[in-house]
Nanobody, 121 residues
Framework: QVQLVESGGKLVQAGDSLRLSCAAS????????VGWFRQAPGKEREFVSS????????YYADSVKGRFTISRDNGKSTVDLEMNNVKPEDTAVYYC??????????????WGRGTQVTVSS
């Protein structure tokens, strides 16, 4: 089974860029759809972006479309989230998750522990 570890979260200013990375260990990483989710204080966890196993299909939440880019390198077993022009409302703990099946949130059974992103205004 795949295990996930996120990295790259930090304190940045509005308008800055940063890259989050999700490193996977285990077999058959390329068979998993990987998603990024986030949870801000006092709010429910929400979908940010996802990428299919081959990398050919990508989805984004409307709130990040045009600013965030998801990519994966199956040779390195990593999925990155490039975040540009960040806003204070992007402040949250960011989690990566893997699904062996569909793309609904409930399909993501494997989760990392998260990485904190804080955007100051």
């Amino acid at each position: 089974q795949v295990q996930l570890v996120e990295s790259g979260g930090k304190l940045v200013q509005a308008g800055d860029s940063l890259r989050l990375s999700c490193a996977a260990s285990g077999r058959a990483f390329s068979s998993y759809r990987v998603g990024w989710f986030r949870q801000a204080p006092g709010k429910e966890r929400e979908f940010v972006s996802s990428i299919s196993g081959s990398g050919g299909t990508r989805y984004y939440a409307d709130s990040v479309k045009g600013r965030f880019t998801i990519s994966r390198d199956n040779g390195k077993s990593t999925v990155d989230l490039e975040m540009n022009n960040v806003k204070p409302e992007d402040t949250a703990v960011y989690y990566c998750a893997a699904s062996a099946g569909g793309g609904w949130t409930a399909d993501y059974k494997i989760w990392g522990r998260g990485t904190q992103v804080t955007v100051s205004s």
